[in-house]
């Protein structure tokens, strides 16, 4: 029984070892003899045998189109497929060949393939009939090799995953936790990256072809407006008479034989009697000598390049209605046959016509009108190939960008999820501990730092492993009783709410109580801080509480952020008020800093059980006190986060004063500083405003001589202090270059 099990596999393995080399070397064999594309269709209406192009002569394909092309001598790597054909045979006899190798050879044989066929495709393919006429069989081909190249692809990464020990274990584990993630952060990943660049490429492609058309169907049109314009002019000038006319037209049936874009046919229609229909030119302006005008039917097909070939001619064509003419003539005078030629009803020619006038006394005479036409498939030749070279290579960057994109997925999500992995089995054993498994110990907790990468993720794992460390050294010291109660929450009634916050705080607080008596000093106090409240009252805001000399005030509703800011101005306008009277009285002079931010924050009763305050907590309220005292750095009076900016940088003039990380915090926020309300707002703080953040562009560049020069002129012609503050740091960096990873952020290292 075990040796006919044996024997089994033993067939399995043949089996497979035999198909995975004679497949490849089926499909390869047939991509290199099959037709895999086609010459250009003749456009001059003459019919001719369909040339196909085969893989194995394709070098040296005598087309006109590679005749000058270093793209014939790129094509020799088509040899690629008989040689990988011969490797695969090898293969079946001679095992040592490495898999890897034949992976490579064939990936790297089909690839080739893939590359002349869209080559090809790009050369030869003059108009959408030659994909008409395009043998099914190539069609089969093609798809036949780009599916097998996406296969391979696919098959490449999962051998990539099967060779990473940590993906199979991570795999084993989530098979065992029975976990069916709806949509994986890789999935998102890639879907977010594939779709991002296929509507990129597309609008992209879209508009430059768009525009392509319009220029190139400009340019046309201005040659075949001249044409009919030019053939109009020799008529008039010649009188209508044969022996002066013909010439010019056997000239432009003759130099037509060498044009990019030949031209069917030129014709001039006349009628039988010439009509009384005249016209004058005035200021470029067509105007017609009498409104009332009989116009009759142009049926006289007085000449055309086309003399030996006249009855191919369509009889529609050879004359024109009275309605056509009028039309026509209207186009004329509106000047819209300038720009837009006539389409024939099948849309297989377009017309350029011009009417054809003797000049007399009375203005010019109509007589008939001279027409130049053109097959659309030739005149729209060069723009066809644009269009399909685009369009080609736009589709071939988006499959290379959805196989590059799989390999990056893997390579930025796998970390992560390795790391999960990891955590989920150190989690685990937390768990069996925390609910008291006296088999499990803390000597069991281990996390295993297995991250490869040199980025935030390995910073996490390491951080992971710390705290695990630090849990072990106090699972210890805990009874198994307090750890099943770990986990469970006591709740209190908080909510979380949208707020916006500002706080203020009076500078130099403590020097100015020195020397005066409490009483003195409550009432100064009070003073100010009963002015603020009034301020802040007034614009829709509350007071939460008063620490000392400082403030904390918070703005709820749709316009938080403007009333927040609008009652910083309003303190600021009241301090001034203040200083003023306090330099009149000698008494002493306060100034103070205020910080504004906005957020999502708890909200509630937070505190012990005999000891309960109504307030507001989170990184919203932390980051605004941070700011207020932030302004003792840079001289400012006012600052505001790019969060409040947003909401109101079309109602107030702001400048973006530094990219700073706080005390305490890790991630840099950009601040502003609120100038003034853009109703009351003056020529000075708006040249402060641009000389300011000139000065921090060029600052943020490293351009310190820039920088300088516009710091200094906003210091010396404003006295503006932040100014100063940054041209202390250039002066530093002068001598002490920032590192180059140096992104611009300032570390407050105070709070």
Known sequence: MKNQQK?????????????????????????????????????????????????????????????????????????????????????????????????????????????????ALIIFANCARWFFELPVTIYITTGLAFLSHA?????????????????????????????????????KLTITIISTIAVILTVFTMLVLKNYRTMFTEAVSDVGRAQAEQTAAVYEAGGGLYEKIEPYFKQQEEANKYAESPFERIDIITAKNTPDITFTKKEN?????????????????????????????????????????????????????????????????????????????????????????????????????????????VIMFFYVSIVLTLFIADFITNPLLYLRTNVRKTSDTLKQILEGNSKITADDLIFTDSIKTRDETKDLSKEIKNLVNIIR????????????????ELKKPTTSRELCFLFTDIRGF?????????????????????????????NGGDVDKFVGDEMMAFFAGPKKEYNACKAAMEIRAAMREQQQKALTDGSDIISIGIGINTGRVIFGSVGAKNRMDFTSIGDTVNLAARLESANKAY???????????????????????????????????????????????????????????????????????????????CSEKYHDIPSVVFLDRIAHFKTNPPPKSWDGVFVMKVK
């Open 7 to 119: 024997k089994k596999h033993f067939d399995t393995s043949k089996f497979l070892y035999y198909f995975c080399r004679i497949l490849p070397t089926l499909i390869i064999a047939a991509l290199f003899i099959l037709p895999m594309g086609m010459a250009s269709l003749n456009l001059n209406g003459q019919s001719g045998a369909i040339k196909l192009l085969f893989p194995y002569n394709l070098p040296f394909t005598r087309q006109v189109e590679l005749q000058n092309s270093i793209i014939k001598y790129v094509y020799f790597m088509i040899y690629l497929l008989p040689a990988v054909i011969i490797l695969l045979i090898t293969s079946i006899f001679v095992k040592k060949i490495p898999r890897m190798l034949l992976y490579i050879m064939i990936y790297t044989s089909i690839s080739a393939y893939l590359f002349c066929s869209f080559t």
């Open 151 to 187: 296969l391979m692809s696919i098959f490449g990464i999962l051998i990539l995953r099967k060779k990473n020990p940590e993906y199979a274990e991570f795999k084993k584990l989530q098979i065992e936790a029975k976990e069916r993630t709806k949509i994986s952060i890789k999935t």
């Open 285 to 393: 302006k067509i105007i017609l000598n009498k409104e009332d005008v009989h116009w009759p039917d142009f049926d006289i097909f007085a000449y055309t390049t086309k003399i030996g070939n006249v009855k191919s001619i369509p009889a529609s064509e050879k004359s024109i209605s009275k309605e056509k003419a009028k039309e026509y003539f209207l186009q004329f005078q509106n000047g819209t046959y300038k720009k837009h030629p006539v389409y024939s009803q099948n849309g297989e020619y377009c017309h350029y016509i011009y009417p054809v006038s003797f000049n007399r006394k009375e203005g010019h005479r109509l007589v008939g009108f001279a027409i130049v036409t053109y097959r659309m498939e030739i005149l729209m030749r060069s723009y066809f190939h644009v269009q399909i070279f685009v369009w080609t290579m």
């Open 473 to 488: 050294g106090i699972i210890p010291y805990i009874s198994f009783s307090t750890l099943l109660a770990a986990d469970r």
């Open 510 to 538: 403590t020097t100015l109580c020195e020397g005066k008596q409490p009483r003195e000093v409550v009432e100064i106090l009070n003073h100010y801080l009963d002015l603020e409240t009034e301020i802040i009252l007034r």
């Open 635 to 713: 001289g400012s009076k006012a600052i505001i986060t790019q969060a409040v900016y947003e909401k109101l940088r079309d109602t107030f003039i702001c400048r973006e004063l530094d990219f700073i990380t706080v005390k305490g915090k890790t991630e840099p926020v950009r601040i502003f500083e609120i100038l003034q309300s853009k109703n009351a707002a003056t020529q000075k703080l708006t040249d402060i405003k641009v000389l300011f953040e000139k000065g921090l562009a060029y600052y943020r560049l490293q351009k310190w001589q820039k920088a300088e020069e516009m710091f200094r002129l």
